[in-house]
Nanobody
Framework: QVQLAESGGGLVQAGGSLRLSCAAS????????MGWYRQAPGKQRELVATITSDGTTDYADSVRGRFTMSRQNAKNTVYLQMNSLKPEDTAVFYCNAMVETRYGGSFLYWGQGTQVTVSS
């Protein structure tokens, strides 16, 4: 029904920046909320940031002030601008979305993940 396509991951030195993108496509009526999560090696998946349909954002304490999430509703796309990256940010970043489909009902979808590696 709905697919989330993530991109923008890569290798960057500490202090550098990356911008992640997540584009939702498929049988979408509207998207209520989208989020970014990350999972570091040997760690559990954790919330990074969320954004609602009205643009309200929320961030994990560990990234607040460094990461910025934004949304382009017309394109069903969200971005995560990551600045001042630290080695501890290294993780697979996953996009998710709470989507109301064209066929009715709301469902949570996950992207496949994109690797972010921050070197010392």
């Amino acid at each position: 029904q709905v697919q989330l396509a993530e991109s923008g991951g890569g290798l960057v030195q500490a202090g550098g920046s990356l911008r992640l993108s997540c584009a939702a496509s498929g049988s979408i009526d509207n998207i209520h909320r989208m989020g970014w999560y990350r999972q570091a090696p040997g760690k559990q998946r954790e919330l990074v940031a969320t954004i609602t349909s009205d643009g309200t954002t929320d961030y994990a304490d560990s990234v607040r002030g460094r990461f910025t999430m934004s949304r382009q509703n017309a394109k069903n796309t969200v971005y995560l601008q990551m600045n001042s990256l630290k080695p501890e940010d290294t993780a697979v970043f996953y996009c998710n979305a709470m989507v109301e489909t064209r066929y009715g009902g709301s469902f949570l979808y996950w992207g496949q993940g994109t690797q972010v590696t921050v070197s010392s």
